[in-house]
T-cell receptor, first 114, second 116 residues
Framework: GAGVSQSPSNKVTEKGKDVELRCDPI?????LYWYRQSLGQGLEFLIY????????KSGLPSDRFSAERTGGSVSTLTIQRTQQEDSAVYLC????????????FGPGTRLTVL | GNSVTQMEGPVTLSEEAFLTINCTYT??????LFWYVQYPGEGLQLLLK?????DKGSNKGFEATYRKETTSFHLEKGSVQVSDSAVYFC???????????????FGTGTQLKVEL
């Protein structure tokens, strides 16, 4: 399909391990966003990419979280030394350009930290 | 800062009942306002939007009107169906953002269950 895809759909990990979550935006979309959906915090913004650069990282909760985007396409969100409070659904969205207010969301990655 | 407040759920209605989900916001100027829907097991989908005061967004029988004077964007539907059962999120994008982009600020979501 032509939508936003994310992998894996589910990830179970042990506390202290590192995880990588992948987002494949809609082809041609230059703006990419990561959000987190958790029971305690609701839906919250993490980071925004324009092309390969991230002008807004204000939502990353700690320095254990990082993200990159390569080729103006795929993005990877990395969480180091995972903690139980990192358990959440991580959502990726893309839009055609930064001025476009309509974002298309992927199905999310459900992360469980034991 | 910017924030969105929406009524708590879950909301349980009978089929063909009238639906209102309240949403109010805090933001300077004229933010753009959105309703997103999340069906069971699926990702977020944009349901409708309004980008300026007094605009009415509509889609699939749902409507919401941007009310600047009450800073509200209540979601309504005249006759709900079982297939409308989902979680509904109100959200905004501020009028002006530093750093570029259009990051969404969401409400906490309202779960709707429609029964026969």
């Amino acid at each position: 399909g032509a939508g936003v895809s994310q992998s894996p759909s589910n990830k179970v990990t042990e506390k202290g391990k590192d995880v990588e979550l992948r987002c494949d935006p809609i082809s041609g979309h230059t703006a990419l966003y990561w959000y987190r959906q958790s029971l305690g915090q609701g839906l919250e913004f993490l980071i925004y990419f324009q092309g390969n650069s991230a002008p807004d990282k204000s939502g990353l909760p700690s320095d254990r979280f990082s993200a990159e985007r390569t080729g103006g396409s795929v993005s990877t969100l990395t969480i180091q030394r995972t903690q139980q409070e990192d358990s959440a659904v991580y959502l990726c969205a893309s839009s055609l350009d930064p001025g476009d207010k309509e974002q298309f969301f992927g199905p999310g990655t459900r992360l469980t930290v034991l | 800062g910017n924030s969105v407040t929406q009524m708590e759920g879950p909301v349980t209605l009978s089929e063909e009942a009238f639906l209102t989900i309240n949403c109010t916001y805090t933001a300077t100027g004229y933010p753009s306002l959105f309703w997103y829907v999340q069906y069971p097991g699926e990702g977020l989908q944009l349901l409708l939007k309004a980008t300026k005061a007094d605009d009415k967004g509509s889609n699939k029988g749902f409507e919401a009107t941007y009310r600047k004077e009450t800073t509200s964007f209540h979601l309504e539907k005249g006759s709900v169906q079982v297939s409308d059962s989902a979680v509904y999120f109100c959200a905004l994008i501020p009028e002006r953002l530093t750093g570029g982009g259009n990051k969404l600020t969401f409400g906490t979501g309202t779960q709707l269950k429609v029964e026969l």
